[in-house]
Every structure is written in C-alpha cells, then in structure tokens.
C-alpha cells in the first residue's frame, strides 16, 4: 500500500525556522515533492528531492532520506506569508503523485 | 509562464444532475490529472490522461469518467453527482514522465 504521513497542524514564530516532517512506505520511489498552497489557491511547486542529501534553495530547504523513507522541509526565517499547507507527494513506481494530507502551518507575530 | 485554467471556481449541483469540470493547459504538456482534495485526505487521484484519447484510472475513479480530446484539454465527468463528490477538484498538468505538476486554482463542488 501507499502510506504518507505529516503533521496536520504546526505554529511557529515569524523570523523563527521550522521544520516539517514527513515519512512515507510507498510502492516504487522516483523523488518527492513539496508544493506550498495557501487557503483557497492552487498548489505550488517548492522541492524536488530523488537524492538523499539536503537541497537549499533561498530560505526554503529539503532533505531527503530514501532508506529511512523520510523527508522533511525547513523553513528559515519566517514570514507571515509562509502561512500555508504544505504537502509532500512522492513520485511512485508508476510516476503518479501520491500525497500525504498536508502541513497547516500558522505564522504567529 | 505555465496557465491551468479550470472552467469554474464555485459550483453547486443538485444530486443525480450530470457535472461536467473543464481544465485546460497552455503549455502543451502531455500528461494531465484530476484530483480531489477533502481535509485531512489530501490529493486523491480519480484520473490520469498521457495522451489525447488516453485515460487511465487513479486511486479513486468511482463514480467518475474523463474525456481527453484535444491535448490541451482535459474534462471531469460526474455522470450523476452524489452527495459525497462534494469536495476540492484540482486538475494539473506534467511535462514529461518525472518533473513537477502545474495546478490549476481548483473548483470547489457542492453537490445537494
């Protein structure tokens, strides 16, 4: 079976970092994604992760571990603008998305 | 810039009516989907098209059917809307076999 799993809600502070996990047993691997959807808009592309390692790009990053199944997103440096869902998707043996349930995040002055 | 543009933001339906969800995608991209999103569910694939005239079934094609007749166009059919279609449908678009889906803004259904 396909098994996604993140935190439904987290909180932080603007101008703090934050880091959202998320664990996965997937049929097939062929990288993940992270998109960021604010209410009631469309998802957008963040990250694209098939190697494991770290991949930084501006204050957003992601890391990816394939043998522990496990990725996560770091945010640096909030802002109140960061206050979205986040999702994580992994690209499965048949090259479709499958997503985990979203990441709320509130950004709190 | 990749477009997605979906026919509608906010529909209302009556049950047993018959839904037609419209997508269509600017940048010639071969593979399009439709998906549903339901809080705490997340993204739900009903289908997938890799080609025009091609469709395949995703995780949840239960009460669904899709047309695909021009690449740059791909369309979600309720034959007889239910109570429990109600929900957030997102088509997207992929170039390519790996790469990153481009989303359009969604329709939200309310079926009654």
């Known amino acids: 079976g396909q098994n996604i799993d993140q935190p439904t809600e987290m909180t932080a502070t603007e101008g703090a970092i934050v880091q959202i996990n998320c664990t996965y047993q997937t049929s097939g691997f062929n990288g993940l994604f992270w998109y960021q959807q604010h209410a009631g808009e469309a998802p957008t592309f963040l990250s694209y992760n098939v190697l494991d390692g770290l991949e930084e790009k501006g204050r957003f990053s992601s890391f990816l571990s394939r043998s522990k199944g496990y990725s996560y997103l770091l945010l640096k440096e909030l802002q109140m603008k960061d206050s979205a869902s986040y999702l994580c998707a992994v690209n499965n043996a048949g090259n479709m998305l499958t997503f985990g349930g979203g990441t709320r995040l509130m950004v709190k002055p | 810039d990749v477009k997605v543009t979906q026919s509608s933001r906010y529909l209302v339906k009556r049950t047993g009516e018959k839904v037609f969800l419209e997508c269509v995608q600017d940048?010639?991209?071969?593979?399009m989907f439709w998906y549903r999103q339901d809080p705490g569910l997340g993204l739900r694939l009903i289908y997938f098209?890799?080609?025009?005239?091609?469709?395949e079934k995703g995780d949840i094609p239960e009460g669904y059917s899709v047309s695909r007749e021009k690449k740059e166009r791909f369309s979600l059919i309720l034959e007889s809307a239910s109570t429990n279609q109600t929900s957030m449908y997102l088509c997207?678009?992929?170039?390519?076999?790996?790469?990153?889906?481009?989303f359009g803004p969604g329709t939200r259904l309310t079926v009654t």
């Open positions: 098209s890799y080609d025009v005239k091609m469709k």
């Open positions: 940048m010639d991209h071969e593979n």
């Open positions: 997207a678009s992929r170039q390519g076999v790996v790469g990153e889906q481009y």
